[in-house]
């Protein structure tokens, strides 16, 4: 897997579909080709009210849905109570996507930026590497389908979202306050006009991530493509040491790329791949039970989002359990080489010293996984073990039964 000019493309739709928006802490520029962090200032502010009030005020009114129907002091229909619980989901992981990225956004840019750059000083000035005439490229075809949809997405949602009062704003005032009270009226009708804001912001969130996180891992596999195929023309024989530092020094730098964004990576790791953990299980789950019992309009974004994140995971996952794969081939095969070189000692000590380069799921310090072929396999039977024990706890007769 190498990285594409229709991959690379994407980000620059990404700048352009968000352009008419506030600054956030992660931007991509179009000019300089670079990723750009934007510390805490001024011109966050707008973002700050969008993420730190909008969001978190859907937050706090869903939990506050969810307690009052388990602890009795409302009885919200099952329709209702299911999408207040996505709404729930989509707004905490936002924030917590949000968090991590206002934290690690500026190591994620130098080290996303010192990749591009030193991909370039391994291929001679290129960032893009061969590929076959004519193929077709449907990982970068999917990303920028990612950013057309999500940022379309919004301005579609929320006509219906509103329509249909199942904003958790509207569900709050019909189910635990009185109607007559005009003040609180006026109050939840502006607070449903700002719901356009929070879908726009979190919509942009998904989409960066998506994008970044996949061409920087493409960045990664790029420069072990150039070093794997410098490595089966080289053999180290009859070399100095001063060679074998110039030639392990490329590997070297990439750990270092690598180890700058660390704490943004493993973090980012561990919460998005259990992002698409519980929104795959869920939207599996409402997309096969909820059908005729969710308005149609708003019902449709669930198989949609449901094969959106089974594409992501069938794209980004094997990406990181490749990287660490590919630079074991390349470990195993200096080890071979060792053999023919004649200061084996030195040679044999170097590559001691040297790690095969892997991601971790982590937060805080703290890995708990390696990516890796294992990984993949438990992530996916997790998934399919996890849908069918929903699927199987809920009948869809009973649910009917109780509507009707």
């Excluded at 802490?25 to 909008?54: A, H, M, Q, Y």
């Excluded at 006509?159 to 609180?184: A, S």
């Excluded at 019902?299 to 980004?316: E, Q």
């Excluded at 997790?382 to 009948?395: E, F, H, N, P, Q």
Aim: hydrophobic content about 50%; some cysteine.
């Amino acid at each position: 897997m190498v990285l594409t000019p229709l991959m690379w493309k994407s980000l620059d739709n990404f700048a352009t579909s968000y352009s008419y928006l506030y600054p956030c802490p992660l931007e991509w520029d179009k000019k300089s080709g670079k990723l750009v962090c934007n510390k805490i200032s001024r011109k966050l502010v707008p973002w700050t009210i969008s993420v730190f009030v909008g969001m978190s005020s859907i937050f706090i009114f869903c939990l506050v849905l969810l307690s009052s129907q388990l602890f009795g002091l409302a009885r919200i229909e099952l329709s209702d109570l299911l999408l207040t619980a996505v709404f729930l989901c989509l707004a905490t992981f936002s924030i917590l996507l949000e968090i991590v990225l206002l934290q690690f956004a500026d190591c994620f840019s130098h080290s996303f930026n010192c990749g591009i750059t030193h991909l370039r000083r391994l291929a001679f000035g290129r960032i893009f590497l061969e590929s076959p005439p004519h193929s077709i490229d449907p990982l970068g075809v999917t990303l920028n389908l990612i950013v057309a949809m999500f940022s379309a997405y919004p301005y579609f949602m929320y006509p219906f979202v509103i329509y249909l009062g199942i904003d958790p704003f509207t569900l709050t005032l019909h189910y635990l306050l009185p109607y007559d009270l005009t003040l609180l009226t006026v109050i939840f009708t502006l607070l449903r006009l700002s719901v356009i804001s929070s879908l726009i912001q979190g919509n942009r969130l998904f989409s960066c991530v998506a994008v970044t996180t996949t061409i920087s891992a493409h960045v990664g596999l790029s420069l072990i493509s150039v070093m794997h195929r410098s490595t089966r023309n080289i053999y180290l024989m009859g070399v100095g040491r001063r060679a074998i530092d110039k030639y392990l020094s490329g590997y070297q730098t990439c750990q270092i790329i690598l180890e700058i964004a660390v704490d943004f990576v493993s973090s980012g790791i561990l919460i998005v791949m259990f992002l698409g953990f519980s929104f795959s299980v869920a939207l599996n789950f409402m997309t096969m039970k909820t059908y005729g019992i969710i308005p149609m309009p708003f019902y449709a974004f669930f198989p949609s989002g449901s094969i959106l994140i089974a594409v992501l995971i069938s794209f980004m996952l094997p990406m990181l359990v490749d990287l660490f794969e590919n630079c074991g081939e390349m470990y195993a095969r200096w080890k071979c080489l060792v053999a023919g070189n004649v200061d084996k000692k030195y040679l044999r000590r170097k590559l001691k010293a040297t790690r095969v380069v892997r991601l971790y799921g982590g937060m805080f310090g703290y890995n708990i996984y390696i990516c890796k072929r294992s990984t993949k396999l438990a992530y996916y039977g997790w998934i399919l073990s996890y849908t069918i024990t929903a699927l199987l706890s809920v009948d869809r007769k009973s649910i009917l039964r109780r509507l009707e």
